[in-house]
């Protein structure tokens, strides 16, 4: 059976990437957080487990069990086997990989900033596949919203950055501001 990987960051937003038969599905037993590292100048979304915590995200296949292209998009990240914690309608059930930062590169004191193109794009792939309440649930389920926002709307940084309406914008601004995180002013 092909392989899947679990998305719960922009790989939620199908635009991000080229793999196809997604579908929604839940990981049990882990949350997401803002990590940082030496190695970068910003910011990225990871995972960790959490006893009893579940979050929402998004299985592609990998045909041929070709990992070489997503490896190399998820620099910085090692893959991670959770087959077992992934709950969906597959049968039978495929092999389930998900992207984690590796703990022992964390330094969460290193002054990072969160991408707001990045957090953008995780956002509406999260408003498009489950809704304006799954975009609420992200942001209920991931820890690190003390990591200051770096605003790059108007020349951004992200790479597979999106253009966003004003309303997307406002509802963005919204959650972020819910969520008691802080936007700074930014540049590219």
């Not at 969906?88 to 969460?108: G, R």
């Amino acid at each position: 059976m092909t392989p899947h990987f679990f998305g719960f960051g922009s790989l939620v937003n199908t635009a991000t990437h080229i793999y196809g038969n997604t579908r929604p599905a839940r990981l049990e037993g882990w949350r997401r957080t803002w990590v940082q590292t030496p190695d970068r100048p910003l910011a990225f979304l990871s995972v960790r487990p959490a006893a009893g915590h579940v979050i929402e995200g998004l299985l592609a296949a990998v045909p041929n069990g070709d990992w070489a292209a997503l490896d190399e998009r998820e620099t910085g990240y090692v893959r991670v086997d959770v087959s077992a914690q992934v709950a969906h309608d597959m049968m039978p059930a495929p092999q389930i990989s998900l992207y984690q930062v590796p703990e022992d590169t964390q330094d969460n004191t290193a002054g990072q900033a969160i991408l707001l193109s990045y957090l953008d794009v995780v956002l509406r792939g999260y408003t498009q596949v489950f809704g304006e309440g799954g975009a609420r649930a992200f942001m209920a389920t991931t820890d690190g919203w003390d990591t200051p926002i770096l605003d790059d709307r108007a020349t951004p940084r992200y790479p597979r950055h999106q253009e966003m309406s004003p309303a997307e914008q406002a509802f963005h601004d919204g959650l972020i501001a819910d969520a008691g995180a802080r936007i700074m002013a930014g540049s590219a």
